[in-house]
Every structure is written in C-alpha cells, then in structure tokens.
C-alpha cells in the first residue's frame, strides 16, 4: 500500500506540473496578424526578367525635383560627415547623359553634367569650372562633391535592363525572406562564372524592384541601392525614395523624389556645360587633348 500511495502521489506530481510553465518542453504562442508573413506573390524568373526590363523601358528619360542628402565617411572612417538636405534637379537620358543642379535657399550651389566619360562641374560660390574623368580618383579637397560621381546617381535612378543576348545560365533565381517580407532575387553571373555582376531584389508582395546590389571587377560592391514609397507618375510605378552606397568611395546619399516628369523629350543640349566666361578652369583630366588635338569634355 505504500508503494502504491507513492505512486500515485508522484502520478498526480507529474500530472499537476505538467500544467506549470517552468515544467513545459514546449510552449505554444498564437502569432498575431501583424507578425505573420506578407502575402506573396509568384513569379518565373522570365517573367521578373521581363518585369525588370519593361521597368528600364518605361524610363528612358527622367526628370525629377527632390531632396538630397549627403553623407561622407563610414564605419571605416574616423568620422562621418552629413551634409544638410538640399533641393535638386536631376535630368536623365539614356544610355549616359545625366545632369544635377543642387541649390541652398534658391541659389545654385553646382551644376554637374556628366556622359559616360567624363564630367564638367560648375561652382558658382567658388566661380570654378572642373572637368575630369569619371574614372579617375581626385583628393577630396581638390573637388568640392568629393567622392560622389554622376554616373552613380545614374545607376541608381535609371535601372539598366537585361539584355535579350545574356545566357540565361548567368542568371540564378533565389527566394529569401526577412521578417513578414519574402524576396524574389535575381543573381547575375559574370561572363567568368566567378562572382556577381548584379544581384537584384523583388518584393513578392507586389513585384516592385525594392534592392539592387551592383559588383565591380574586384568582387566588391560598387553600389548598393535601395527603393521605397513607391508612387504612380504618368501611368508608371515609381520610387519616391532611394537611398545608395558607395562602400569603395565611402559615401552615400538619400534622394527624396517630390515630383518626376518622365520620358518627356530632352535635347542634347540641355547636358551640355559651358564654362561662364571669366570662371576658373580646374582641369583635372588626365589628359585633356585627343590625338587630333580637340579638346576633351563637355565644356566645350
């Protein structure tokens, strides 16, 4: 009788501390609503190739006002430098002309046009004109935007398209997902196989083309480029934020679009900069005459 008072008692022991959550393997927790994942939509990785290049299709040319914000150094640096949030104007055409106007209370701090080549800056407050090489590595103090080139904005506000002759064994469809958002991501290869030429992200929620990482020849990132508030301008799905890196050049910057004309007609001749008579020259290109002798650059 005492063995089996015992064991009932620890029968009824186990039983009654089942019910106690310091005795529990496993706890059970309902997830409410606002933390569940987001529905998600499907797509083949031809139909978000097509999406991507119908999104470089319909922005063959831009025209935007926003606000800029500048931010110098990072993590890697001994300090970080914002710079305030300043009205622009940037005016795109492809494949490589882009144009930037950035002002401070209505004045012109400097006009910057750029091709695929070269640039030409204009400094009023310092009634300087540069002209360089993209390409080519400046000191910060001999230029005043530093590390920033326009080529960069372009990357990050005209999305370049897939081209029809890529071999689609270049391009590696992944899915990922992080917190309630999931992920379409297309990887693409370099003509090596070794590395990334691209990396480009798609919300599932809605297909909008949310991230695009692009890689430089050494492997590393060049740009790493996100979208946000996205706004319908003239029939077309379009950022109204874009915030980008330049982990290499150690700067980013913030570009909050407040209105955008897009594919609207522009001439050649509104990315043409011509030096004001009696401003500086800074002749910064490496070399700054062709074989026949002509000038090199936009400030012609």
């Not at 077309?236 to 330049?246: A, C, D, G, K, L």
Request: aromatic content about 10%; charged content about 25%; overall charge positive.
């Amino acid at each position: 009788m005492n063995r089996f008072t015992a064991f009932v008692a620890i029968l009824l022991l186990i039983i009654a501390s089942a019910n106690c959550s310091w005795f529990r393997v496993k706890q059970t927790r309902q997830v409410p609503p606002n933390e569940r994942a987001l529905p998600a939509m499907t797509a083949s990785k031809s139909e978000l190739i097509n999406r991507l290049n119908s999104i470089a299709k319909s922005t063959q040319t831009l025209n935007l006002r926003a606000y800029l914000e500048l931010t110098g150094g990072s993590a890697n640096t001994p300090e970080v430098e914002r710079y305030r949030e300043s009205e622009g104007y940037i005016l795109v055409k492809k494949p490589s002309l882009i144009r930037i106007i950035v002002l401070a209370f209505k004045v012109t701090v400097f006009d910057m046009v750029s091709n695929e080549k070269e640039t030409s800056l204009y400094v009023p407050p310092k009634n300087k004109f540069y002209h360089f090489f993209n390409d080519q590595k400046i000191e910060n103090l001999k230029i005043p935007v530093g590390n920033m080139r326009p080529y960069h904005i372009f990357q990050a506000v005209a999305i370049e398209p897939i081209s029809p002759e890529l071999e689609r064994d270049r391009i590696i469809l992944e899915e990922d997902q992080e917190g309630r958002k999931k992920f379409y991501i297309l990887n693409i290869l370099k003509k090596s196989s070794e590395g990334f030429e691209r990396k480009i992200w798609f919300d599932r929620f809605d297909l909008n083309l949310v991230r695009q990482k692009i890689f430089n020849d050494n492997g590393q990132v060049g740009s790493d480029i996100s979208y946000s508030n996205f706004k319908v301008f003239n029939g077309v799905s379009y950022p109204t934020e874009i915030n980008f890196r330049r982990p290499q050049e150690e700067y980013s910057l913030r570009i909050q679009v407040k209105n955008l004309k897009m594919n609207e007609v522009l001439k050649d001749n509104q990315f043409v900069l011509e030096k004001p008579a009696g401003a500086e020259l800074v002749e910064l290109a490496e070399k700054t005459k062709t074989p026949e002798g002509r000038p090199v650059g936009l400030s012609r």
